[in-house]
């Protein structure tokens, strides 16, 4: 099979190789997928640019989303799984082989069925964006009737948590970068969506909110946890699951701890396997374009690999960076 491998850490044009490896064969538990589309994440690039599971496995094939067809089952699983249509979710994570290859192997689990009116290319869309949104929103009940700020309301995670939490009966408010995202994000269902680069963002929330908020999805934790004691309410959540610009942020603890505020920190990668179910059996169902909105920024023949990362990396990529490696499965 076509294979795209790196073993040292480094800029993709660098480290990534490109061959034929052996098939692999799933064993007791696991599914093969023969894969349509590799989705790239951030994530992905920043495990290959750091390298940072290299000290666990070597060589590493990257990429934890895509979508394809099982069409082989290890012992232990039900063999009517062939011929399934799944989306893929964390290929990669803790195990040396994603999705940037013509098949994947995988447990079971993590190779969920797509619902007959979703398409594979849909489906590569989901994993790690869908997942984030949907813990980010629900992890601490319902929602329904709820203010909701989702920072970065365009970004990947960002536009998926505006969805769900208008599917779910919320109301969500938004932060964008510019006011073209701004749009974007009302487009997709926010009440309202503001500029972050404009002054007084703080002043200009509680105006659209009608209020404090009952709940953040916060992509910048340690950028905007100064303003978060002003806008959200008592016994609120932040739920946060990056803090890139300021990886080592300090905060006001009285203030946040004299309103019972709950900051919630995760990774879904390290949920537990029953939480990670649960929200692939509660995503699975929504993610026809009838409730959900999927956007591919960039398709990439498959021996494009290198540049899919790089535009990933770059950041030029609005929405999912998809690979197409057999996407005639779309069809059969």
């Given at each position: 099979m076509r294979v795209f491998w790196y073993d040292r850490a480094g800029a993709a044009a660098e480290v990534l190789q490109a061959g034929d490896w052996p098939q692999p064969e799933p064993d007791a538990g696991e599914v093969r997928v023969?894969?349509?589309?590799?989705?790239?994440?951030?994530t992905d690039v920043k495990r290959r640019a750091s390298g940072r599971e290299l000290g666990l496995f070597s060589p590493i094939v990257p990429n934890n989303d895509g979508s394809g067809v099982i069409d082989a089952?290890?012992?232990?699983?039900?063999?009517?799984?062939?011929?399934?249509?799944?989306?893929?979710?964390?290929?990669?994570?803790?195990?040396?082989?994603?999705?940037?290859?013509?098949f994947v192997v995988l447990p079971a689990r993590q190779a969920?069925?797509?619902p007959g009116d979703v398409?594979?290319?849909?489906?590569?869309?989901?994993?790690?964006?869908?997942?984030?949104?949907?813990?980010?929103?629900?992890a601490d009940g319902e929602i329904t009737g709820q203010t909701v700020l989702v920072t970065g309301g365009a970004g990947r995670v960002g536009a998926y948590a505006v969805q769900l939490a208008t599917w779910a009966g919320a109301r969500a408010i938004a932060t964008c970068g510019s006011d073209a995202n701004c749009q974007e994000a009302v487009d997709l269902g926010a009440q309202a969506a503001l500029n972050y680069k404009e002054p007084d963002l703080a002043a200009r929330i509680l105006n659209a909110a009608g209020g404090k908020v009952d709940r953040i999805v916060e992509v910048a934790f340690g950028a905007n946890i100064a303003m978060a004691p002003e806008i959200l309410k008592t016994n609120?959540?932040?739920?946060?699951?990056?803090?890139?610009?300021?990886?080592?942020?300090?905060?006001?603890?009285?203030?946040l701890m004299a309103n019972n505020i709950n900051i919630r920190m995760f990774t879904i990668y390290e949920l537990d396997p029953l939480v990670q179910d649960e929200a692939f059996q509660e995503v699975s169902p929504v993610l026809s374009s009838d409730t959900?909105?999927?956007?591919?920024?960039?398709?990439?023949?498959?021996?494009?690999?290198?540049?899919?990362?790089?535009?990933?990396?770059?950041?030029?990529?609005?929405?999912?960076?998809?690979?197409?490696v057999a996407p005639d499965l779309e069809h059969q």
């Open positions: 023969r894969l349509a589309y590799s989705a790239i994440n951030p089952v290890g012992e232990g699983i039900n063999p009517a799984r062939t011929g399934q249509k799944v989306w893929v979710f964390g290929a990669q994570h803790g195990r040396p082989h994603g999705t940037a290859a013509e969920v069925p797509l398409s594979l290319s849909e489906g590569a869309c989901a994993g790690v964006p869908v997942v984030t949104a949907y813990h980010a929103l629900f609120g959540t932040i739920a946060t699951y990056a803090s890139d610009a300021v990886p080592e942020p300090s905060f006001a603890f009285n203030a959900l909105v999927h956007r591919v920024g960039e398709r990439f023949p498959f021996d494009d690999m290198i540049k899919a990362h790089e535009a990933v990396e770059a950041g030029t990529v609005h929405g999912v960076a998809q690979v197409l």
